[in-house]
């Protein structure tokens, strides 16, 4: 029953900190994580457990916090996005199929699903914004950023109602990282073009097929904007070498 998968999910979670190793390795700790995931979110779906499912999240991003105050080197910046990309797939996919299959049949039941899918996609949105500082805003990990990004519009666009947030954490986020990022000039321009350009066509192309277009017309007027405020901070003294966020 439900406490025999309790007592896994915890012995699941808890087996990397009990083996000790000189040369900790990323890609088997978060790879053992993402199997053990996996498993439990199967076994959630099939016997309805969902109340197990918020735990889960939790203690798997809890793995990630740890490894990147411990552990963390630049090279498991590539392994930690692409976990968190997973981590996100798979939640979405079984909470998608289990409302599929049964319509919640109470309004507590869907605001699970809700919470759910809050903490893990927002939840990875932030953890890679961390990842990026850590790296020092490398293009690898802008680049795994503006896939999150750009799969938060897309699911966003199908469900509205369920994941119309995630486009908006992923745009404060990437004003923030950018508004603190101290590279160089030709790096910024670029990264402004590939994060305007995502929102603004993206939001725009939604605006004229959703059923809800208002939030779509916000979000494609007020993400060039941003990003044009962005814009003329970091390069208003672009001719005397000066950045306005730089120290």
């Known amino acids: 029953g ?32 993402y199997v053990v995931l ?5 076994v959630i779906r099939m016997k309805d457990w969902w109340f197990i499912s918020i735990p ?18 630049p090279s498991d910046s590539l392994c930690i996005g ?18 599929e299959q049964q319509a919640p049949e109470s309004l507590r039941q869907f605001s699970l699903f809700s919470s759910l899918n809050y903490l893990s996609l927002g939840g990875s949105v932030i953890l890679m914004s961390a990842v990026a500082a850590k790296a020092h805003f490398g293009e690898m990990e802008w680049g795994l950023f503006w896939l999150l990004a750009a799969g938060g ?11 119309g947030f995630v486009p908006w954490v992923s745009l404060g ?23 305007g350009l995502l929102y603004a066509l993206s939001a725009y192309w ?16 007020g993400s060039p904007f941003l990003y044009y405020l962005l814009a003329y901070g970091k390069f208003h003294y672009w001719f005397t070498d000066k950045l306005l966020f730089s120290q």
Do not use: E
């Open 2 to 33: 439900a406490p025999i998968a309790m007592l896994g999910m915890i012995g699941g979670l808890l087996t990397p900190a009990l083996i000790q190793s000189d040369t900790p390795n990323a890609q088997m700790l978060f790879l053992y994580l």
């Open 38 to 42: 996996a498993g439990l979110f199967t």
């Open 56 to 73: 889960v999240v939790l203690g798997t991003f809890l793995w990630v916090i740890l490894w990147m105050s411990t552990s963390y080197v």
């Open 82 to 99: 692409l976990f968190l990309i997973a981590v996100s797939g798979t939640i979405v996919f079984h909470s998608k199929k289990a409302m």
């Open 153 to 163: 519009l897309i699911l966003s666009y199908f469900n509205q109602k369920l994941y």
């Open 173 to 195: 986020m990437t004003v923030l990282m950018m508004a603190v990022w101290n590279g160089m000039p030709d790096s910024i321009l670029y990264t402004l073009l590939a994060f």
């Open 206 to 221: 939604c605006m004229w097929r959703s059923n809800n277009p208002f939030s779509w017309a916000l979000l494609c007027a």
